[in-house]
């Protein structure tokens, strides 16, 4: 087994690295839209109590897509390589629609398998965090 950390994505908010290699298959940590060296996350306004007064899930989208392509990247793989996905919203009936037509743009020819589930809560103030898999060479 093999652990990568990329230069490009956020740090975890615990002790995990981003990805770990076994066999041909890595697997990702869950990701999500924060950038890399800043404690704002796109999309986010926070209240006072640093709690979530209203967010843009299309840029969330864009930057968890981007954070996840880092990864794989620094890891030796690549978004094609990608088998499947899981993704945690917190507002189904709201965001749903909306990634769901940004996801499709970003997986036109690869369509890896996807499951999405709704969850009440992320360990930060974040609506999307994706859990991936991929393939890679072995090294």
Known sequence: ????QSDKAPDPVGSYPHAK???NLLFLSG??????????IPGVD??????IKSYNIELQCHAVFQNVKYILEASGS???NLVDVTVFLTNMKSDFETFNR???E??????????????????TPIAIELKCIAVV???
């Open 102 to 104: 940004i996801y499709s």
């Open 106 to 123: 970003y997986f036109k020819e690869n369509q890896p398998c996807r499951t999405t589930v709704e969850v009440s809560a992320l360990p």
């Open 31 to 40: 990701v999500g839209p924060r950038k890399k060296g800043m404690k704002e």
């Open 78 to 80: 690549s978004w094609e």
């Open 1 to 4: 087994m093999k652990k990568f």
């Open 21 to 23: 290699k076994v066999g």
């Open 137 to 139: 060479a072995p090294i």
């Open 46 to 51: 926070l209240d006072q109590n640093g709690q």
